[in-house]
């Protein structure tokens, strides 16, 4: 199922599913989404504050499927990441989601959602730059607005142009050209922190997109091997590797580097897999669909969206 595209002057809503918010910084955030022509209704308790959670859980679950339920709302957008949308989940009527399918965005701490409404609702979501985001960024709010505007019919995303890799001299590594699924996938470690629960990623046949941020390459290293041990990467049909801010060290005399690190955990696969491609926590940000069917072009260095993720 899918939500109607966004259109200008319609009603954006906002939740905070994870942490808490710094007022003044969210005011400004949502100042520049009102210049840009859509209305805002902020959910009841965006404000809240729970030590490092936004409010309770079911006060935070309780926002979140208020606006699929509210018709005034197009839309609804996360503030900010951080953590707790985990906390949240046996909270959730999904039902009321898949009674009220719209457009749902966010990424980082939100990958558990973002999956979970596709994969209990069949609704296409997407991982996308939140509230709080720098949308001042112009590849980063153009990906954001085509995507949510004209995703109507098939469409290509791929990084903006002389964009180096970070870790890699190639940004793509063969191990075959190409392969197509449905993408999945978000944040490393809220993926492998839901493993062995109800609300785990389903990956057979599906191309997985994995990013992360301030982990160090061991950490990083232990989650792709809990990915391993649980099959997820062998099942996959596809690979992406976006972006992993601040995962790097000053030296590595006891390191592996993540360049080692992915060509012996993922590279090794055999799998299709596009490196470094230009989603996750840095800039510009890419939006990308969760739930849609895809084709992973190495060759190409693109993801060619095959069907609309909007009416």
């Not at 392969?179 to 609300?199: D, F, R």
Request: hydrophobic share 35%; net charge neutral; charged share 25%.
């Amino acid at each position: 199922m899918l939500g109607k595209r966004l259109r200008e002057g319609n009603t954006i809503g906002l939740i905070s599913p994870s942490g808490p918010l710094d007022r003044e910084t969210t005011k400004e955030s949502i100042d520049f989404l009102k210049q840009l022509g859509f209305n805002i209704k902020e959910g009841k308790h965006i404000y809240d504050k729970w030590g490092y959670l936004a409010g309770k859980d079911k006060d935070r679950a309780y926002d979140f499927m208020d606006m699929f339920l509210d018709t005034d709302v197009d839309m609804i957008l996360c503030v900010r990441g951080g953590y707790g949308a985990m906390r949240i989940l046996p909270f959730i009527d999904f039902n009321i989601i898949k009674n009220n399918p719209k457009i749902f965005a966010g990424f980082s701490d939100i990958t558990t959602l973002i999956n979970n409404i596709y994969e209990k609702c069949n609704i296409i979501t997407f991982h996308s730059p939140m509230c709080n985001s720098n949308l001042h960024d112009k590849t980063t709010l153009e990906g954001f607005l085509n995507v949510l505007t004209c995703g109507y019919k098939p469409f290509t995303i791929k990084n903006s142009k002389n964009k180096s890799c970070e870790y890699f001299r190639n940004s793509t590594y063969f191990n075959g050209d190409s392969a197509k699924g449905i993408l999945i996938g978000g944040n490393l470690s809220l993926i492998s922190g839901t493993i062995g629960t109800p609300y785990e990623i389903n990956t057979k046949n599906k191309i997985l997109f994995i990013e992360d941020v301030g982990e160090e390459p061991y950490q990083i290293d232990k989650m792709l091997t809990q990915l391993i041990l649980s099959n997820k990467l062998q099942e996959c049909a596809g690979i992406i590797l976006g972006q992993f801010k601040d995962c790097t060290l000053p030296h590595y005399r006891r390191s592996l580097t993540l360049d080692e690190i992915f060509k012996d955990r993922i590279i090794s696969l055999g799998k299709p897999t596009l490196v470094n491609f230009q989603c996750g926590h840095s800039y510009p940000r890419l939006t990308i669909p969760i739930g849609a069917q895809v084709e992973l072009d190495c060759a190409k260095e693109s993801i060619h969206v095959l069907e609309p993720v909007v009416k």
